[in-house]
């Protein structure tokens, strides 16, 4: 049974490091989860956030707290689908959503911490967790509700079962090999010249052959920077470029128009996070060019990522691990992904994004897309030291997770020090 009050823990990594133009003054946090059982056994879950506001997370946590507590896991996951609507439906929270906002940030929080409990139960890691089910079971976690004009359980039935021809082929090839990861790490608005062309130097080295270069603060300077990149990495390897949410949608087909001539493959999140149309009108008027557009770590939800597809708004999808509803939602994002035939690339980067999205990625290539072309998981190499099981990338690739559960789990010795406002870091910082 899941007993006791939740242990919620807020943390703070990284101030003023990977600013963007929306998000200039970062200060990379997390809302961190702990189910304690009976016998013992641990989950572990967490939310990602940018700094202040993180308390507010804090507390929606601690208000789904009362819907948890005291319940037996085996009772969770026998009705995966129920307990999922269970946090998402309260009468009365709902409100704060409905499955958008702080409120859903908090519920990622609390089931990423269910299915890391889950999987270290099974003994196993959450991706072969989920690749070991029975479809329908995988299925059987997925809240339909809103999107059944899309995808009906049995379509998503069907996309599973079929997908069974080659699966073992395809688990052995992700632990011989691992997934294929583009790095953002070398082209961060503010490096100077030489930090971008000394990063791209030992990226190449070390078998990078993806990139992905933040644009939007100035149109010269963007083409001129890009160029650069351009002209380091050579006309064979791939380029895309991230505006941040920067421009209005006229802005932003003018804009990546002029930086056509660096073959961009994807140009990421032109305009607000939240504009369908807008975003269906940049990806008609960049079709000719060959760019496509991309999106999805502020994607509120299913419903939105319905929409985007039905509109032809995105031509590459990008789930989140703490943006949706946990693993739950973003199945459900994943076989919509793949009947629309848009391949899936998963956002990362921030506080455990990496460590937490490897698993769902590896899920959707075994049991889902069965198909490697154009698609790709971001890596940004910082603050993997905080977590037990952190990411490995080896010749550009991630390195299958072999240790049990969700690798949601930060040592010990970080919480303790990082924790607000009790931690080391913190009260330093408090006494200034």
Known sequence: ?????????????????????????????????????????????????????????????????????????????????????????????????????????????????????????????????????????????????????????????????????????REDLMMSQGYPAYTTSCAWLGYSDHQLKQLCADALQNGWTRFKVKVGADLEDDIRRCRLIRQMIGPSNTLMIDANQRWDVAEAISWVTRLAEVKPLWIEEPTS????????????????????????????????????????????????????????????????????KVPVCPHAGGVGLCELVQHLILFDYICVSADLSGRMCEYV???????????????????TPKDPGYSCEMLESSVKRHEYPEGDVWKLQLNK
């Open 381 to 399: 190499d910082h603050l993997h030291e905080h977590f037990t099981s952190p990411a490995v990338i080896q010749n550009a690739h991630y390195l």
């Open 273 to 340: 996070p939240d504009d369908i149309l807008g975003h269906a009108a940049i990806s008609k008027a960049l079709a000719p060019l060959g760019i496509g557009v991309a999106s999805g770590e502020q994607c509120h939800n299913r419903v939105m990522f319905k929409q985007f597809l039905q509109a032809s708004a995105l031509q590459f999808v990008q789930i989140d691990s703490c943006r949706l509803g946990s693993v739950n939602e973003n199945l459900a994002v994943l076989l919509m992904a793949h009947k629309f």
């Open 1 to 169: 049974n899941v007993r006791g009050q939740n242990s919620v823990k807020d943390q703070a990594f990284v101030r003023c490091l990977l600013s963007t133009l929306q998000h200039t003054d970062p200060d990379y946090s997390a809302a961190y989860v702990v189910l304690d059982t009976d016998s013992g056994l641990k989950g572990f879950g967490l939310t990602f956030t940018l700094g202040k506001g993180t308390e507010i997370v804090v507390r929606a946590v601690q208000a789904l707290a009362g819907l948890v507590v005291g319940k037996s896991l085996q009772d969770i996951v026998s009705n995966f689908r129920d307990f999922y609507r269970l946090l998402t439906s309260d009468g009365q929270m709902r409100w704060l959503g409905p499955e958008k906002g702080v409120i859903h940030l908090a519920t990622a929080a609390v089931l990423n911490a269910v299915w890391d409990l889950w999987a270290r139960l099974e003994g196993k890691p959450l991706w072969k967790l989920l690749v070991d089910m029975d479809p329908k079971q995988v299925v059987s976690c997925i809240d339909f509700r809103y999107i059944t004009d899309v995808l009906t359980e049995e379509e998503a039935l069907g996309i599973l079962v079929n997908a069974k021809e080659g699966k073992q082929q």
